[in-house]
């Protein structure tokens, strides 16, 4: 056996374990029985020791020491192998269990407050998670920029400089977009009953429409939607409102997106560090196409409009064209993930700019709240009237998970571009999005990024995809030519 073939067979098993440990997560959010709770989070730090244990194994040095890559899938293996290794190596045991712990413990402590509309409840923890991330990413920079090795966690290659000078370029005809969607005449509302057997009805036609595997998957609910697993086993959830049956809806075709991504990836990378989407960023490119370039496209909206007479009967809608209007209304409103297309990328600037200063320590986690209330006004031109609806609303600052919510803006953006080429590559998308049909979309998608995996870095995953460097163009050219018409 060569060192490479050891050193995969002992990966093979960390990529095992690791599955293992996200299907534990998965029940926790979908099956697991609430007095569980307890008993779960030691089973869950128990694998997360194995798993660091193994990470961090000098055996793996010397392998990669020894070990020459042959061919493009052994040199991403060994470059994700030994990217891993090194940043879990400069990060000592006793921070990195400090922050597990800690962070568990924040996420019940945030919904706590959230019920509560109590910011200061949740602002002792918060400056807790904010140090213990500042630590981390100062052991994992080595004299560079601190918030910069947080964010190449999720996005590898990215710099908040990169970043900054994309936001700058989206800003302003985001703004102005926005504007002129507001002015418009209100979009038509859904009127009806929406029952809850008659919306997973709806949810799984539209899985089975964007080519959702079910012998290697399956849709449960939870009360976030997410999607976990890859390879062979890749489960999403959804979730249902009476009153709005499109959150139902889009959440399923977005995560069929996530989920399309893994289960296209080539067998062959299975349980091996390229078997993965290659970051969250292109990760959710995939689930924001599905979701919102076809999805939310005026082709498909046509065909959803049927399925949902089907099975609603008359839901208040006189037409397709009032239908895709109803889809796509932009309305003000507090909530990132209820927002639309066109206000979505504010919000995560928002964010960015203040996670940033947090990390930093130009802002004073006392302080988070006023600074929240301030740029949200300035932003979106009205005042936060309770913490649920400013910077309560999210769970990822609680869950550590901070450089991460650039990477909603960067599959945006992706998106944008993957949508333009694939218009060029399907003339006519349209025709077959109206018959609910997007077997060729999703081939291409397969083709071009799917069944790489991680073959590449985010920025060349694209490129190769695209034929050209990623630009913010594409999006606000859809983004416009769509919301102008509106
Ligand atoms: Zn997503």
């Not at 019940?108 to 949740?122: G, K, L, M, N």
């Not at 709806?202 to 390879?231: C, M, Q, T, W």
């Not at 890749?234 to 139902?248: E, G, M, S």
């Not at 901070?402 to 998308?429: E, M, Q, S, W």
Request: glycine residues 8%.
């Amino acid at each position: 056996m060569s060192d490479y073939d050891e050193l995969m067979k002992f990966q093979r098993e960390t990529e095992a374990l690791a599955q293992i440990a996200g299907r534990l997560g998965w029940d926790q959010e979908t099956m697991m029985p609430p007095g569980a709770a307890e008993q779960r989070s030691e089973e869950m730090a128990a694998m997360e020791g194995v798993m660091h244990q193994r990470r961090t194994d000098p055996q793996l040095g010397d392998w990669l020491a020894r070990c020459e890559a042959t061919d493009a899938a052994s040199k991403a293996n060994l470059r994700l192998i030994r990217r891993r290794f090194e940043r879990s190596l400069r990060v000592p045991a006793r921070l990195a269990a400090e922050i597990a712990r800690v962070t568990s413990v924040a996420q019940s402590i945030w919904a706590a407050a959230r019920r509560a509309e109590d910011v200061t409840a949740f602002l002792p923890t918060l400056a807790n998670v904010i140090a213990l991330r500042r630590e981390e990413g100062a052991a994992l920079a080595a004299g560079g920029d601190v918030y910069d090795a947080l964010l190449d966690e999720y996005e590898p290659g990215a710099t908040s400089a990169s970043i900054s000078d994309l936001f700058s370029a989206l800003r302003p005809r985001l703004v102005a977009l926005r504007a002129a969607a507001l002015a418009a005449a209100p979009a038509p509302r859904l009127r009806g009953q929406f029952d809850e057997a008659g919306q997973l009805a709806v949810s799984r036609r539209l899985a089975e429409a964007f080519g959702y595997d079910f012998n290697r998957g399956r849709i449960d609910k939870a009360v976030h939607p997410f999607s976990s697993g890859s390879g062979a086993d890749v489960r999403i959830t959804t979730r249902t409102n009476l009153a709005d049956p499109f959150n139902c809806f889009y959440s399923t075709v977005h995560e069929v997106g996530h989920a399309a991504y893994e289960q296209g990836i080539a067998p062959e990378h299975a349980l091996t560090p390229v078997g993965q989407g290659v970051s969250m960023g292109v990760h959710e490119s995939q689930s924001r196409i599905y979701e919102n370039q076809l999805g939310r496209s005026r082709a498909f909206t046509g065909w959803l409009f049927g399925r949902m007479r089907d099975q609603f009967g008359d839901i208040g809608i006189r037409d397709e064209d009032d239908f895709y209007r109803a889809v796509n209304a932009v309305t003000n409103g507090y909530i990132r993930t209820e927002s639309d297309e066109v206000q979505y990328n504010l919000h995560v600037m928002l964010r960015f700019d203040l996670e940033r200063a947090l990390i930093r320590g130009d802002l004073k986690v006392n302080d988070l709240e006023a600074a929240w209330n301030d740029r949200f006004l300035a932003d979106f031109g009205f005042a936060v009237d309770r913490a649920s609806n400013g910077c309560l609303q999210d769970v990822h600052w609680a869950a550590g998970l901070i450089g991460y919510f650039p990477t909603y803006t960067l599959g945006n953006v992706y998106a944008g571009c993957l949508h333009k080429a694939l218009r060029a590559a399907i003339p006519d998308l349209d025709t077959q999005l109206a018959r609910g049909d997007t077997s060729q979309a999703t081939a291409w998608l397969r083709d071009k990024v799917h069944r790489h995996g991680g073959l590449s870095e985010p920025a060349a995953t694209i490129q190769r995809a695209t034929g050209g460097a990623v630009s913010e163009a594409p999006l606000l050219d859809y983004l416009e030519a769509k919301f102008r018409s509106l």
